[in-house]
């Protein structure tokens, strides 16, 4: 396997794609989320078919929430959701469990997909965690965890104290199973303001970057342009940003420091826009790209389970050579 | 009136119990068409500030609550004085519980004055076809977080399109994966970037 620093050096392409693989391995989204190989088998199949810089494994947020003992709903084609979220005052946090990954809910099964990644692609396998506001408001509701921005500040520490405890704990666990990055999913906290995010996200964020031994992505949904400053203020290794950022002004500032992925428009752009909407998207993209080493072509947020593929592999090709032509 | 300035200030500010009271000390005083004008200013200042990201969801979600928490007080007196609104139906599609932006939407269209029917989530076509007629609604607004639910929105259209009741309803749709070009390629009236916006736009209709 090819080292790490040169990899990392090599991310030139790396779409948020995992759900497309789903339809390719001819499995239903459940299958993939309750059973490890079935997982592996469709990452494969995406890994085989485009080789990208760097492979995901399938988006889901609803692991670490259902780690913690919260009941899922899980329905055939789509995320699995929080039945009731159980958390409503600190005294609440206490009927949690403190999640194992090697025991609890479904970590295991990240963790032996990772692992299967790590042996068989040659390229930067990145596992999703949660983020530490988005678990809170998994656990306690977003409007609950949103309205304690403003009403309960004791209750909203003690709440994210417990989240990234136990982010921490699944992040190691999935770098010693052979994640070389972990991608840190935030889209709740993409609704805070600077202040607010700073408070509520970035210091815990600094804490699991602190914590664990391998580089982080992190990834917000949206629209984050007020965000950027604080989301580079975390330490992460990189960031990953939506359709709806200025990519221009992003570049700019960070200066080649840190690894910029993004943000071609998933839904439009690649599950169901045509190859000139493709063409257009990346010109302007790779344009930026010029003199800058540090983006990484990808999409703002995971692509669709019924992302129509010539697209997709008109993305890869089309930046594979225009990045050729380009450096 | 001073109260009308301050449950203006008490919205946007939050504040749940001092509105209450103060809605409790007017209501007979005044027309309750004059509370309605406050709740719609606030939440339009809300509203202005927030397209400027000056205030964020957080605050627009504690304003929210206090619109809540009033219109149970207002809706004998909208009742007394027969106030003709129009009816929007409103939920989020099937298979998706995410519920901030909607309920934002439904307060802020309440605070507008608008008869809000909002279904809550994981709503079912059927159920949104169904509210829709039985409430005599000319507006049904669908709302999606996730990739993997956008498609109810398609197929509500296609259904009302199946029962040639297309024309009946002004069919608008939100939600952060979906766009102005997802509307047009599903057949939706309208695209809603924000609450504020919808209000905007319903307004324009009328």
């Given amino acids: 396997m090819t080292g790490m620093d040169e990899l990392w050096g090599k991310l030139r392409i790396a779409p948020l794609m995992g759900l497309p693989g789903v339809r390719l391995s001819g499995t239903s989204l459940k299958q993939n989320l309750e059973n490890a190989d079935v997982q592996f088998s469709s990452l494969k199949m995406l890994y085989e078919r485009f080789h990208p810089d760097a492979m995901f494994t399938i988006m889901d947020l609803s692991i670490e929430v259902e780690a913690c003992g919260v009941e899922l709903s899980r329905p055939e084609n789509r995320a699995f959701s929080v039945k009731q979220h159980p958390v409503g005052s600190s005294a609440d946090l206490q009927r949690l469990r403190n999640p194992d990954p090697r025991r609890d809910g479904r970590m295991p099964l990240a963790l032996a997909v990772v692992e299967a990644m790590s042996e068989e692609f040659d390229c930067i396998n990145a596992a999703y965690v949660s983020g530490p506001f988005t678990l809170a408001s998994l656990l306690a509701g977003a409007g609950n965890a949103l309205r304690s921005v403003i009403r309960d500040q004791d209750f909203l520490r003690d709440l994210l104290q417990y989240c990234t405890g136990a982010i921490i704990r699944y992040s190691r666990a999935l770098a010693e199973h052979g994640a070389d990055v972990v991608c840190i999913l935030e889209p709740t906290a993409g609704v805070l303001s600077p202040r607010q995010f700073e408070k509520n996200s970035a210091v815990y964020l600094r804490e699991i970057t602190a914590a664990v031994s391998v580089p982080s992505i992190l990834h917000i949904c949206g629209d984050t342009n007020v965000l950027i400053p604080?989301?580079?203020?975390?330490?992460?290794?990189?960031?990953?940003?939506?359709?709806?950022?200025?990519?221009?002004?992003?570049?700019?500032?960070?200066?080649?420091?840190?690894?910029?992925?993004?943000?071609?428009?998933?839904?439009?752009?690649?599950?169901?826009?045509?190859?000139?909407?493709?063409?257009?998207?990346?010109?302007?993209?790779?344009?930026?790209?010029?003199?800058?080493?540090?983006?990484?072509?990808?999409?703002?947020?995971?692509?669709?389970?019924?992302?129509?593929?010539?697209?997709?592999?008109?993305?890869?090709?089309?930046?594979?050579?225009?990045?050729?032509?380009?450096? | 009136m001073k109260e009308l300035n301050d449950l203006v200030e008490l919205i946007k500010q939050g504040e749940v119990d001092e509105s209450i009271e103060t809605v409790r000390k007017i209501i007979d005083e005044i027309a309750v068409e004059q509370i309605i004008s406050a709740m719609t200013t606030a939440m339009r200042e809300l509203g202005e500030r927030f397209e400027k990201k000056e205030v964020?969801?957080?605050?627009?979600?504690?304003?929210?609550?206090?619109?809540?928490?009033?219109?149970?007080?207002?809706?004998?007196?909208?009742?007394?004085?027969?106030?003709?609104?129009?009816?929007?139906?409103?939920?989020?599609?099937?298979?998706?519980?995410?519920?901030?932006?909607?309920?934002?939407?439904?307060?802020?269209?309440?605070?507008?004055?608008?008869?809000?029917?909002?279904?809550?989530?994981?709503?079912?076509?059927?159920?949104?076809?169904?509210?829709?007629?039985?409430?005599?609604?000319?507006?049904?607004?669908?709302?999606?977080?996730?990739?993997?639910?956008?498609?109810?929105?398609?197929?509500?259209?296609?259904?009302?399109?199946?029962?040639?009741?297309?024309?009946?309803?002004?069919?608008?749709?939100?939600?952060?994966?979906?766009?102005?070009?997802?509307?047009?390629?599903?057949?939706?009236?309208?695209?809603?970037?924000?609450?504020?916006?919808?209000?905007?736009?319903?307004?324009?209709?009328?």
């Fill in chain 1, 230 to 327: 604080n989301m580079l203020g975390t330490n992460c290794s990189a960031i990953s940003l939506d359709s709806q950022v200025n990519m221009n002004q992003v570049l700019q500032r960070v200066r080649g420091e840190i690894q910029v992925f993004g943000n071609i428009n998933p839904v439009n752009i690649v599950a169901y826009g045509s190859v000139e909407d493709i063409d257009k998207a990346l010109l302007e993209l790779i344009s930026l790209a010029r003199g800058n080493d540090n983006l990484t072509i990808s999409t703002g947020c995971d692509l669709p389970l019924d992302t129509n593929m010539e697209n997709l592999s008109y993305l890869f090709s089309e930046s594979r050579r225009l990045l050729g032509q380009s450096q």
């Fill in chain 2, 56 to 206: 964020f969801i957080p605050e627009l979600l504690v304003a929210s609550d206090v619109i809540t928490e009033l219109m149970p007080l207002l809706e004998p007196y909208i009742r007394k004085r027969n106030m003709q609104r129009k009816t929007v139906v409103i939920g989020t599609v099937e298979g998706d519980i995410h519920e901030i932006g909607k309920n934002i939407v439904s307060i802020v269209l309440k605070a507008e004055g608008y008869n809000v029917i909002d279904l809550g989530t994981d709503v079912g076509i059927d159920t949104f076809l169904g509210a829709a007629s039985e409430q005599g609604a000319s507006v049904i607004g669908l709302s999606t977080l996730m990739t993997t639910t956008m498609h109810v929105q398609q197929d509500l259209i296609r259904e009302l399109i199946a029962q040639d009741h297309r024309s009946a309803y002004f069919v608008m749709i939100g939600g952060a994966p979906v766009s102005r070009k997802w509307a047009d390629r599903i057949g939706a009236d309208a695209y809603c970037a924000d609450a504020f916006s919808t209000a905007a736009l319903l307004n324009s209709l009328s």
